[in-house]
């Protein structure tokens, strides 16, 4: 935070995580695409500093209507852009943001999760690597569309 303060004029994106909570049938499926979204979210500040925050995840009951979660997110939305942000996007693993994709102003980025529980951890680290060289490609064609 203190280089974002340090560097507020440069920092013109900010990445909000969305990160599904469920306690039915789907909760390691939730649990799931949380840690896969934390896991490629972290690397990603660090290659951008200086030109983007990562605000903490925003955790919603998987059960609430999308129109809820619409109004929450775009409240979310509403603040940063009034704050100075000329770039919002949400992560996302979870397929039901992509039908409402339209109803937002930011850009909405998901991506399906890969299991990782299951896999040795160089297997893991090399899948995590790959799909986050693919989204600092992605925010850097964004960045480019806007120039």
Same mark, same amino acid.
Request: glycine share 6%; net charge negative; no cysteine.
């Given at each position: 935070?203190?280089?974002?303060? =340090?560097?507020?004029?440069?920092?013109?994106?900010?990445?909000?995580?969305?990160?599904?909570?469920?306690?039915?049938?789907?909760?390691?499926? /939730?649990?799931?695409?949380?840690?896969?979204?934390?896991?490629?979210?972290?690397?990603?500040? !660090?290659?951008?500093? =200086? !030109?983007?925050?990562?605000l903490?995840? *925003? +955790?919603?009951?998987?059960?609430? +209507?999308?129109?809820?979660?619409?109004?929450?997110?775009i409240? $979310?939305?509403?603040?940063?852009?009034?704050? =100075?942000?000329? *770039?919002?996007?949400?992560?996302? +693993?979870? +397929?039901? $943001?992509? /039908?409402?994709? =339209?109803?937002?102003? #930011? #850009?909405?980025? $998901?991506?399906? /999760?890969?299991?990782?529980?299951?896999?040795?951890? #160089?297997? !893991?680290?090399?899948?995590?690597?790959?799909?986050?060289?693919?989204?600092?490609?992605?925010?850097?064609?964004? $960045?480019q569309?806007?120039?």
């Amino acid at each position: 935070m203190d280089m974002f303060l =340090g560097a507020k004029e440069y920092v013109d994106t900010a990445v909000l995580p969305l990160f599904p909570v469920s306690f039915g049938n789907d909760i390691k499926q /939730s649990v799931a695409m949380t840690e896969f979204i934390q896991l490629l979210t972290i690397p990603l500040e !660090r290659q951008f500093k =200086g !030109r983007m925050i990562m605000l903490p995840g *925003h +955790s919603y009951l998987k059960n609430k +209507s999308k129109e809820k979660l619409l109004e929450e997110v775009i409240v $979310w939305e509403k603040e940063l852009f009034d704050n =100075g942000f000329k *770039h919002v996007f949400f992560v996302t +693993s979870d +397929s039901m $943001w992509k /039908s409402i994709e =339209g109803e937002l102003k #930011g #850009g909405l980025i $998901w991506l399906p /999760s890969i299991p990782l529980a299951a896999m040795d951890e #160089g297997a !893991r680290n090399n899948i995590l690597e790959d799909q986050v060289k693919q989204l600092l490609q992605l925010f850097m064609q964004k $960045w480019q569309e806007d120039v």
